[in-house]
């Protein structure tokens, strides 16, 4: 059967987030040490002097990533647990062939963090009433996005235009295939559900195998090799995606575009010959906060010159990989776009 229309779209946990889910690393480790950052707020509190006195509630932490992970705890040094990515990336790098034993311990360390990490998110998901209604919502709007508009008097037209909305994802003339780096995957739509349009790359919730990992690219000690995505995702049976120079979009939303996916995007952008091909990328973002609207708006055109910049480096013709992100403007095939999330879900 002859495809129409065909696209990839890439989530990241700012899609989760703007459904309602606390889903951030931040709010996981604040939960993970909860108790532990209450015993010490109590420590604090005895202190005589009544002044901050650090107290070491490591010693008690039986899993290495804890303490490597409290010792970097939200302070006027280290702002707050944002990348767990990096910290681990930060770690493992320094491990030496006469520490294989703490490299051993770490990564069977690292499976007791992730399924901890399962439990918080389990949990989020049973205190989130409304966020399966959300993403099914704000899922089915980015898939018909650029193919089915919105009608100017949307108060008279909603009936006809979600009609419109749910043929477009339910026709399988349209080829929409979902990359998410998240851990969820609860939707409405069967077509979310069927496992070749819906894939989470690091594992799902439901199948309890999600990883932690870092970018494989440019690694500078060899020992590392086991803590990578790719390394760990080659134990998870999974059904890929055929990245095909057909796609006419591909959409980002939610996705911090950090150096730690880049070599899943490289891949991508070789697969539909991004220089010389007809695929465009559109990066959405949701205006979360009026007040830091264009701190938003700078955020995200910086990650996206970046992220164009360095996939420019790795193109064989110095010339293209230089003028890439200048080409892509120029044949309008890069787009930077809001999208209104609050209207989108309250619309459900």
């Not at 707020?41 to 303490?67: I, V």
């Not at 199948?207 to 690219?217: L, Q, S, T, V």
Request: charged letters at 25%; glycine letters at 6%.
């Amino acid at each position: 059967m002859a495809v129409k229309n065909s696209q990839l779209i890439i989530l990241g946990n700012g899609f989760d987030l703007s459904c309602g889910l606390k889903s951030s690393y931040k709010d996981f480790f604040e939960w993970h040490f909860k108790d532990t950052i209450e015993e010490e707020k109590r420590l604090n509190e005895k202190n005589t002097y009544g002044s901050y006195q650090s107290f070491d509630l490591a010693f008690d932490m039986e899993n290495n990533w804890d303490k490597i992970f409290w010792s970097k705890k939200p302070s006027e040094t280290y702002r707050y647990w944002a990348d767990i990515e990096s910290v681990i990336k930060e770690t493992v790098e320094t491990i030496r062939e006469k520490e294989t034993e703490f490299f051993t311990r770490a990564f069977s360390d690292l499976y007791l963090l992730e399924d901890r990490f399962i439990e918080f998110m389990n949990h989020q998901l049973s205190t989130c009433k409304d966020y399966r209604a959300n993403a099914h919502q704000l899922l089915g709007e980015l898939v018909v996005s650029e193919y089915i508009f919105r009608p100017l008097d949307f108060r008279f037209e909603r009936q006809d235009y979600y009609k419109a909305r749910n043929e477009f994802i339910d026709n399988k003339e349209n080829a929409t295939e979902i990359l998410s780096f998240n851990y969820t995957n609860q939707f409405n739509f069967r077509s979310f559900a069927n496992p070749r349009i819906f894939r989470n790359v690091h594992g799902s919730l439901a199948d309890k195998n999600i990883i932690f990992g870092i970018d494989g690219h440019k690694l500078n000690n060899p020992l590392t090799v086991g803590f990578t995505k790719t390394y760990r995702i080659m134990t998870h049976q999974k059904i890929g995606f055929e990245i095909s120079p057909d796609i006419q979009y591909i959409k980002f939303f939610g996705h911090g575009l950090a150096e730690a996916d880049y070599s899943y995007f490289q891949s991508i952008f070789d697969g539909v010959g991004l220089y010389g091909g007809k695929t465009k990328l559109i990066f959405y973002y949701n205006n979360y906060n009026s007040n830091q609207a264009r701190d938003i708006l700078e955020n995200q055109q910086k990650a996206v010159h970046q992220l164009i910049q360095i996939y420019g480096t790795t193109l064989d013709n110095e010339d293209h990989g230089s003028n890439l992100l200048h080409k892509l403007l120029l044949e309008g095939r890069l787009e930077i776009k809001e999208l209104s999330v609050k209207s989108i879900i309250e619309e459900k």
